[in-house]
């Protein structure tokens, strides 16, 4: 089967690879479309602590935003788990589901977690991916083409406004407008009294409008003390200061975006304001519920997309990561297409 991979620091393939293997408990499932974003990125570029502390090696087939079909179970499918032939996303975060962690509802916490495409678990972007049976969602029919790969994102802005207890009497303001944070407002718009974006790039400020924001400020001309709940999603490291300084009293800072750099902020100011601050680690538990948001059309994947590119050739790959890596002027996802005819070797 054809498989995208990672070989080398800025170096990618397209390679034939063994179908996986059926084992106990795994589905195989046959991928359609697969997300590139940042994430995979830092794969390339060298700079991902899953690298930097072992966890993932080279040659690697990325691939964690992902959706497909089932194509086959290793052995008896257990109760209304998805038939084979019909439409699925797989969840990135896989956890044990034994652990002291898993059972306390924190998943994210397990002792033995394992995630597609960035550590532990083969990644899905090649014709099949083997991931445990109860890693997968079905989707329902008549979502429009693209939508599956872009679940994976939005269940950590669900899981940001869920934490955060959004209310419909809240003022939002989402700092970044790349793919989550293109959600985030879409999410908002929906379910607060207003929400402004706030970026660097106008491109993207000019998409968070189209996505449902009532306002687009520059980064610079940001109202301070305006808001009650930022959800921070750029993963710049000023981005979290910036965040204390918009919220209000009692406020509420989601950090969904993940910035390496140090900062410096005077700790008791969180006090003295009363100000939340959450750490939002993956929305693994909110699969459903963020389908469910897509098929009534409050999330929405088509604005975001800024290309599908078929995985044909080991250029096509080059090519995908190629228009992450140049910045943007439009739409922030980049897709991978499986979704032509197999290539196989037996």
């Not at 620091?9 to 059926?22: G, K, S, Y």
């Not at 072992?54 to 109760?79: K, S």
């Not at 006090?271 to 959450?278: A, F, I, M, P, T």
């Given at each position: 089967?054809?498989?995208?991979?990672?070989?080398?620091?800025?170096?990618?393939?397209?390679?034939?690879?063994?179908?996986?293997?059926?084992a106990?408990?795994?589905?195989?499932?046959?991928?359609?479309?697969?997300?590139?974003?940042?994430?995979?990125?830092?794969?390339?570029?060298?700079?991902?602590?899953?690298?930097?502390?072992?966890?993932?090696?080279?040659?690697?087939?990325?691939?964690?935003?992902?959706?497909?079909?089932?194509?086959?179970?290793?052995?008896?499918?257990?109760?209304?788990?998805?038939?084979?032939?019909?439409?699925?996303?797989?969840?990135?975060m896989?956890?044990?589901v034994?652990?002291a962690?898993?059972?306390?509802?924190?998943?994210?916490?397990?002792?033995?977690?394992?995630?597609?495409?960035?550590?532990?678990?083969?990644?899905?972007?090649?014709?099949?991916?083997?991931?445990?049976?109860?890693?997968l969602?079905?989707l329902?029919?008549?979502?429009?083409?693209?939508?599956?790969?872009?679940?994976?994102?939005?269940?950590?802005?669900?899981?940001?406004?869920?934490?955060?207890?959004?209310a419909?009497?809240?003022?939002?303001?989402?700092?970044?407008?790349?793919?989550?944070?293109?959600?985030?407002?879409?999410?908002?718009?929906?379910?607060?009294?207003?929400?402004?974006a706030?970026?660097?790039?106008?491109?993207?400020?000019?998409l968070?409008?189209?996505?449902?924001?009532?306002?687009?400020?520059?980064?610079?001309?940001?109202?301070?003390?305006?808001?009650?709940?930022?959800?921070?999603a750029?993963?710049?490291?000023?981005?979290?200061?910036?965040?204390?300084?918009?919220?209000?009293?009692?406020?509420?800072?989601?950090?969904?975006?993940?910035?390496?750099?140090?900062?410096?902020?005077?700790?008791?100011?969180?006090?003295?304001?009363?100000?939340?601050?959450?750490?939002?680690?993956?929305g693994?538990?909110?699969?459903?519920?963020?389908?469910?948001?897509?098929?009534?059309?409050?999330?929405?994947?088509?604005?975001?997309?800024?290309?599908?590119?078929?995985?044909?050739?080991?250029?096509?790959?080059?090519?995908?990561?190629?228009?992450?890596?140049?910045?943007?002027?439009g739409?922030?996802?980049?897709?991978?297409?499986?979704?032509?005819?197999?290539?196989?070797?037996?």
């Amino acid at each position: 089967m054809r498989a995208a991979r990672i070989t080398g620091l800025r170096q990618t393939d397209l390679a034939e690879v063994p179908v996986p293997a059926p084992a106990p408990g795994t589905v195989l499932v046959r991928t359609r479309q697969v997300g590139i974003c940042g994430t995979d990125l830092e794969i390339l570029h060298g700079t991902s602590a899953f690298l930097q502390d072992g966890r993932t090696t080279f040659p690697h087939v990325f691939g964690h935003e992902w959706y497909g079909e089932v194509a086959a179970y290793a052995d008896d499918p257990p109760e209304g788990a998805p038939a084979v032939g019909s439409p699925v996303v797989g969840r990135t975060m896989v956890p044990c589901v034994r652990c002291a962690a898993c059972h306390a509802g924190r998943p994210q916490r397990c002792a033995a977690l394992r995630e597609t495409g960035l550590y532990g678990l083969q990644g899905a972007a090649a014709d099949y991916v083997r991931v445990p049976t109860h890693a997968l969602t079905p989707l329902p029919a008549g979502l429009p083409e693209g939508t599956g790969a872009l679940i994976e994102p939005a269940v950590s802005v669900v899981e940001a406004y869920s934490r955060a207890g959004l209310a419909f009497d809240d003022r939002v303001a989402v700092i970044g407008t790349g793919t989550m944070g293109l959600l985030a407002v879409q999410f908002a718009h929906h379910y607060a009294a207003a929400v402004d974006a706030v970026g660097i790039d106008p491109a993207g400020l000019d998409l968070a409008l189209g996505c449902g924001a009532d306002a687009a400020h520059h980064a610079d001309e940001v109202p301070e003390g305006a808001y009650s709940l930022i959800v921070e999603a750029s993963g710049a490291a000023s981005a979290f200061t910036a965040a204390l300084r918009m919220a209000r009293r009692g406020g509420r800072v989601a950090l969904v975006g993940v910035a390496r750099e140090p900062v410096s902020f005077v700790p008791g100011e969180l006090s003295l304001q009363g100000v939340d601050v959450l750490g939002i680690q993956h929305g693994v538990s909110h699969y459903d519920r963020t389908v469910a948001l897509f098929e009534r059309g409050v999330l929405e994947a088509g604005p975001l997309v800024a290309e599908v590119v078929a995985a044909e050739s080991a250029d096509a790959v080059r090519h995908a990561f190629a228009l992450l890596e140049r910045g943007r002027s439009g739409p922030p996802k980049v897709l991978l297409d499986f979704g032509g005819p197999l290539v196989t070797r037996s």
